[in-house]
């Protein structure tokens, strides 16, 4: 660990959980138990990817071990993988259907939302704007 810059991945994961999380969770549990589809679904989808955008790009921003990508993509898949582990707990615990390719299409796109962060973040270092 001492590779990564902890503060970094805590202000990444933060930023992640705040934007990233609640768009999930509405998705989750009140469009995708709904009888009638919605087109709300991809809306969310799309404001979640943005979060992993985003926070991946705060982690990678603030990060001071000149590992850019990396810290956005820590930051981005320690996210996803915390909050699906309790949402997979969840639906086994109330007995509903774990969609297995549904969770690896989703966690495909955190990583690919976590790489551009991280571009985004290391474009943001290289530039000369650094954060307060």
């Known amino acids: 660990?001492?590779?990564?810059?902890?503060?970094?991945?805590?202000?990444?994961?933060?930023?992640?959980?705040?934007?990233?999380?609640?768009?999930?969770l509405i998705a989750r549990f009140v469009v995708d138990n709904s009888d009638h589809p919605s087109g709300?679904?991809?809306l969310l989808s799309l404001l979640a990817i943005c979060g992993f955008v985003i926070g991946s790009g705060?982690?990678?921003?603030?990060q001071e071990r000149g590992r850019p990508l990396a810290h956005g993509l820590v930051a981005?898949?320690?996210v996803f993988l915390v909050v699906q582990s309790f949402f997979l707990l969840i639906r086994v615990a109330t007995g509903g259907e774990v969609r297995?390719?549904?969770?690896?299409t989703a966690f495909s796109?955190?990583?690919?939302?976590?790489?551009?962060?991280?571009v985004l973040g290391s474009i943001m270092q290289n530039s000369g704007v650094r954060p307060k």
Not at 1 to 24: E, R, Y
Not at 58 to 62: I, L, Q, R, S
Not at 100 to 104: D, G, L, P
């Open 1 to 24: 660990m001492k590779d990564f810059d902890t503060l970094a991945l805590q202000k990444g994961a933060s930023v992640t959980a705040l934007f990233a999380v609640p768009p999930t």
């Open 40 to 42: 709300w679904a991809p």
């Open 58 to 62: 705060v982690a990678a921003w603030h």
């Open 76 to 78: 981005g898949a320690g």
């Open 100 to 104: 297995v390719s549904r969770i690896i």
């Open 109 to 118: 796109l955190a990583l690919v939302a976590s790489i551009f962060g991280g």
